[in-house]
């Protein structure tokens, strides 16, 4: 009976004004249904290559049918899988760089800063580093004391602020100055005054007072710091953080010591410190010291300054942090691990310290992990040339933008959350500094004739820090492995995706990036760097 009634209402009126409902419903919640968040996005494709693309956008509707079969890369999108978080790209600010737009035409030199910082017209280099005291790229030895003075009384930065005489070596003499009072205070001043400019900075001290240190083999060159001054170096840096917010600087991060390992046979301002030490050091002086200055959070290492311990080679920093991380004492004041590249020629053969960066990661995943120095020998004949082909220098033989394009890509893949070169600016002659140790960088300036030279290294820079933004975070690819490219992928806080592609090899591929459900698909030149720039329209 009861199924006879069923039976029977189904063929009323009133069944088919059920039907007719159901039917409405079941529309309204198709069309209710979230679109993706990604179906309106459209791709621009900027792209550096060795036939002279500098970051030229390219047009994908442009671009010819293959008539040759070509190698077809596919890559796969996971927006959903977000991975470590960035804090940008960038170089350093050092003596040396001040010094070279010291020697150029004021709004020469408001061009070359916009085209550095600026996010719309420039790089928008987002994450910087400097030099507390001299380094290898200043243009003498200095620091913030007079000689002996034990209680800091006459500690200043005025050094970072007094301007040139043009009689600091033998390298800047007899070159005119546009404006002697520039230095490395008002270049970062000017630098942070750029409409959008938004980069952070860790300073790293080279080298104590001789009067502090043992075994130098030079004047603040080699040997280390005696112990009974470690609560004075301490101190000594404390004050360069508040002197610095003094003058208008917050200093982001801090290093306790550049290159702790190299103080044996350097030639440039140095000093040593074992793991033990150093772990010494910022457990018993620095940490404390910075946290009764109101410096840094212990509650929150985020919240203020961070103290990132290290900043040596990748190829052993396992070995170097693992005293401190260790340590609950010690590892309480350490943010986490600055690293550099060094020596460069070594790094495709040991698989761009891969491996390294995944024991870092994995021991120690609460710290953070930034590369704050990478650097090459310049040849002042070929400053352009030099990064597409064979170079040589003291770390080897190597192709240039090749390694610094591996070694990029291979780091953030591998969990590094920014990326440093070392000298942002230097002359067309890798100078000045006291040392006849001539880098390229970024930009090279004649400071005799003004002309200005952005370097292959500045474009491809920018292929990360303009398109990867701070808090960006990597997220999730599926690609096949093909000899000679590399890939990855972030999304930034705006929603828009960056696809970074390198292409080693000498010949055109073919590539396809799916997200959801949309397909990109463009080529890629020989030896060229593409950054996809996903965004809504």
């Known amino acids: 009976m009861i199924d006879q009634t069923i039976f029977q209402i189904s063929r009323s009126p009133l069944s088919q004004f059920i039907r007719l409902l159901v039917l409405v419903i079941s529309v309204v919640f198709v069309s209710c249904t979230p679109k993706s968040a990604y179906e309106d996005y459209v791709a621009d494709v900027y792209q550096t290559s060795h036939a002279g693309d500098n970051l030229k956008l390219i047009s994908t509707d442009q671009v010819e049918t293959p008539t040759i079969e070509r190698k077809k890369v596919s890559i796969r999108l996971l927006p959903e899988v977000e991975l470590q978080k960035y804090y940008g790209f960038g170089a350093s600010f050092t003596e040396s760089s001040a010094w070279n737009l010291a020697t150029i035409p004021v709004d020469l030199r408001k061009e070359v800063l916009t085209n550095l910082f600026s996010p719309t017209e420039g790089a928008g280099f987002t994450l910087m580093r400097t030099h507390i005291n001299s380094s290898d790229y200043s243009n003498n030895h200095y620091t913030y004391v007079e000689d002996g003075d034990e209680d800091l009384s006459t500690f200043s930065v005025y050094e970072d602020l007094k301007g040139f005489s043009g009689d600091e070596n033998h390298q800047v003499r007899g070159i005119d100055l546009v404006e002697p009072s520039y230095d490395i205070i008002p270049m970062i001043l000017e630098a942070s005054s750029i409409p959008g400019a938004n980069f952070k900075i860790i300073a790293s001290p080279w080298s104590p007072p001789s009067w502090m240190k043992i075994g130098e083999t030079a004047e603040m060159t080699n040997g280390t710091l005696l112990p009974k001054y470690y609560g004075i170096w301490a101190k000594y840096l404390s004050k360069y953080v508040s ?102 020629s070594q790094l495709e053969e040991n698989n761009w310290y891969a491996e390294e960066l995944d024991e870092l990661q994995s021991t120690w995943p609460d710290k953070g992990m930034i590369h704050s120095e990478s650097s090459i020998d310049i040849d002042a004949d070929d400053p352009i040339g030099q990064y597409w082909r064979e170079s040589t220098d003291y770390a080897g033989t190597f192709v240039p933008f090749n390694t610094y394009a591996f070694d990029i890509i291979s780091d953030l893949n591998h969990g590094a959350q920014g990326y440093i070169e070392w000298c942002i600016i230097l002359s067309n002659q890798g100078q000045p500094n006291p040392y006849d140790n001539f880098n390229s960088a970024p930009v090279l300036i004649n400071p005799v004739t003004d002309k200005v030279i952005y370097t292959p290294l500045y474009y491809l820079l920018s292929h990360f820090s303009k398109f990867i933004r701070p808090s960006a975070h990597r997220i999730g690819l599926e690609a096949e492995e093909i000899e000679g490219l590399i890939y990855t992928a972030a999304k930034n806080p705006d929603g828009s995706i960056a696809v970074v592609v390198f292409n080693r090899n000498e010949e055109v591929h073919e590539i396809s990036i799916t997200l959801e459900s949309n397909i990109y698909e463009m080529q890629i030149a020989p030896r060229a760097i593409q950054t996809v720039h996903l965004r809504s329209k």
């Open 243 to 344: 002197a610095y917010a003094e003058e208008g600087i917050a200093l982001w991060g801090i290093t306790p010591q550049n290159e702790p390992l190299h103080a044996h046979d350097a030639r440039w301002d140095s000093n040593g410190l074992t793991p033990e030490q150093g772990r010494d050091f910022l457990r018993d002086h620095l940490g404390p010291q910075l946290v009764q200055d109101g410096h840094l959070n212990l509650d929150d290492l985020d919240a203020g300054l961070r103290v990132l311990i290290y900043d040596h080679n990748k190829s052993t920093m396992n070995d170097y942090v693992a005293p401190t991380y260790k340590d609950p004492e010690a590892s309480k004041y350490a943010w986490g691990t600055a690293f550099h590249w060094y020596a460069n």
